[in-house]
């Protein structure tokens, strides 16, 4: 089961072409069942499907399931590792559906949500990281991980039981909520979680486990599937099912390939996002005002409150603009952080 690359390479397919086929029929359902929201970059609003996430949350887990059903009837069984991969579909199916409750919250009219007035209103602040806990229950309840960690530039950390009771549950609350707040821009989400994702396959497949080198691959392959749905101009919104899918997919991937440390350090332009709209209390929208020529102005002028914020700043940007140069900035630091690998940092 562990030398074949097939394990991992038939589960992505298939959690590639589901989310295809799962994302094609969201579009029109999800539409026709009023769970949509605004686009605002564009000229003027256009309303379209959201929660799109949800695709890519089942592309998820039939990956996990066809594993295990290939690791049941055709290999010898490992049970440790067939929980884990459960644990974790059950994980990102939870907090999916968390995400879904805060897409579907959709007003006949504009009211008020995070800086600007918006059909779709969500879920209230604080209810957010309450409900995202749900997500690491089930990694909580196998101690997923190792308890042993490696700080950069500290060294060897030992956690015992804070690793699953504590720092599990908080990784997924933060980078859930935190991953959430960098959007509104075509292909945004899709494509720094791709890069990302993609940075954790490669680490775990060289230094993690195969756990974590396969929920990676899942992950990778679902959002390579949703992302030219997403990608300007956008035919699907990706929506908080999405955002907290993915996040809670990334933070198993790191407990499951012993990439903790690897991770935290991909993760930084979201750490960075979260502590800037935190200087508003997080009543932030990232998204522009648009000029006549297409370009983005920055909401609120030379105050930045976002990374979209300082792309809109450095320059006059359009809506794809600021994607790619978001983009390749999180490939900076998926390179970042194997340079810090490779000189024994981390």
């Known amino acids: 089961m562990y030398s074949s690359f097939l394990t991992l390479i038939i589960p992505a397919i298939l959690s590639f072409v589901v989310t295809v086929i799962g994302t ?30 949800l695709a890519v949350a089942f592309g998820i887990l039939v990956g996990i399931l066809v594993y295990t059903f290939g690791a049941t009837f055709v290999f010898k069984p490992i049970t440790q590792a067939l929980s884990t991969l459960l644990a974790v579909a059950l994980s990102v199916t939870l907090i999916a559906f968390v995400g879904f409750l805060d897409d579907i919250n959709v007003k006949s009219h504009r009211v008020a949500s995070t800086g600007r007035k918006d059909i779709r209103k969500g879920l209230e602040q604080w209810q957010k990281p309450l409900l995202t806990l749900i997500g690491a229950l089930p990694l909580m309840a196998i101690d997923a991980g190792v308890s042993t960690i490696n700080v950069p530039f500290i060294g060897v950390v030992h956690l015992g039981l804070l690793y699953p009771l504590l720092l599990v549950p908080i990784a997924v609350i933060f980078v859930s909520n935190a991953f959430n707040l960098l959007g509104g821009f075509d292909g945004l989400q899709p494509a720094t979680s791709l890069i990302a994702s993609f940075g954790l396959f490669l680490y775990c497949l060289l230094y993690g486990g195969y756990i974590g080198t396969l929920v990676a691959a899942l992950l990778f392959a679902a959002i390579l599937a949703f992302l030219p749905f997403n990608w300007y101009k956008a035919k699907i919104l990706p929506g908080d099912s999405f955002t907290y899918a993915v996040g809670a997919g990334l933070v198993a991937v790191m407990v499951t390939g012993q990439a903790e440390a690897f991770g935290l350090i991909i993760f930084i332009p979201w750490i960075i996002e979260f502590f800037l709209h935190l200087r508003r209390k997080f009543h932030v929208n990232d998204l522009g005002t648009r000029r006549s020529d297409g370009t983005l102005a920055p909401p609120y002028g030379k105050h930045i409150y976002s990374l979209t914020h300082a792309v809109m700043n450095i320059k006059r940007a359009t809506e794809l603009d600021v994607t790619i140069y978001i983009s390749v900035l999180e490939v900076l630091f998926v390179v970042l952080a194997f340079g810090l690998k490779f000189a024994g940092l981390l």
């Not at 999800?30 to 605002?40: I, R, S």
Request: aromatic residues 10%.
């Open 24 to 53: 094609r029929f969201l579009m029109g359902y999800l539409y026709g069942a009023g769970v949509v929201a605004e686009d605002h970059n564009k000229g003027k609003p256009v309303i379209l499907a959201s929660s799109g996430g």
